[in-house]
């Protein structure tokens, strides 16, 4: 194994949900990390991995993260705090742990476990420059970190990125079920629009294009993916899918007013 990227640090993650069990499965997997120098919650030891560890990884769900903040805050001292929960801003948590606590918002999406997330970045002014970058080369191992100058923009992010894999699967989702629909069998439909999703970012990828310019070389005038795409616009989808994110954006200010009630 190449040098311990950790160093002599270590990291507790609390919280092994989807997105706790992705973020240590990504930083196991990367080969740059001892195994031990990752301690994981089981809800009873919170307070145990706090004192043992450098860093702290808060990936509770929102409404839970007040509670175990308010169960840690003896231990946290000169610790830093990375925080997962959306919806949870630097506020809150300065408000519980104190002013001169070192936090870091994360707002990072499921293929983090395989390496391949978007990681959204966001610090409060305790935290070093050499801490900062620190912190980006650890969190660089599960994916492309975003470095954010406005907190509201994690908001975003959660609804860019956060939510982008299951929209995105959504998407995918559709072309299969249209497949299905003109009797393709359903692993066929499935593997059809995988494999089409897949290949169109590696193309894209691989030959340095823009979206717009891989979509005006396939859309031959008068052709059938003119067609479709006239259709698309006819009907407003661009319109209507600004309207769902705006409709998530809407669910989270939600929950962070729910958060400040409770």
Do not use: W
């Not at 993650?13 to 997997?29: D, E, P, T």
């Not at 860093?55 to 610790?79: C, D, H, M, R, W």
């Not at 995105?168 to 059809?192: E, P, R, V, W």
Request: aromatic share 6%; charged share 20%.
């Amino acid at each position: 194994m190449e040098k311990d990227i950790l160093g002599n640090k270590k990291i507790a993650v609390i919280g092994a949900g989807h997105m706790g069990r992705a973020i240590i499965k990504g930083l196991v997997n990367c080969k740059k990390i001892t195994r031990s120098n990752i301690f994981v919650s089981n809800k009873s030891n919170n307070i145990l991995l706090v004192q043992k560890a450098d860093y702290i990884l808060i990936a509770v769900k929102p409404f839970s993260v007040k509670g175990v903040l308010q169960e840690i805050k003896s231990f946290t001292g000169n610790k830093i705090i990375l925080s997962v929960a959306a919806g949870v801003g630097i506020k809150m948590i300065e408000k519980i742990l104190g002013k001169n606590q070192k936090i870091i918002r994360l707002m990072p999406n499921i293929p983090v476990s395989e390496n391949k997330g978007v990681i959204g970045f966001f610090t409060n002014k305790n935290i070093s420059s050499s801490e900062k970058n620190q912190i980006k080369n650890l969190i660089s191992i599960l994916g492309k970190v975003f470095v954010v100058n406005k907190e509201k923009d994690i908001d975003f992010l959660t609804l860019i990125t956060g939510c982008g894999p299951a929209i995105s699967s959504y998407f995918i989702n559709l072309i299969s079920d249209y497949a299905i629909k003109q009797g393709f069998l359903k692993n066929q439909s499935i593997n059809l629009s995988l494999n089409m999703f897949k290949g169109t970012i590696n193309y894209l990828e691989n030959n340095n294009l823009k979206l717009p310019e891989l979509i005006k070389s396939v859309t031959t005038k008068g052709g059938v993916t003119e067609v479709i795409l006239s259709s698309l616009n006819k009907n407003e989808v661009k319109k209507l899918f600004g309207k769902s994110m705006d409709d998530g954006y809407h669910k989270i200010q939600q929950i962070k007013e729910k958060i400040k009630l409770s």
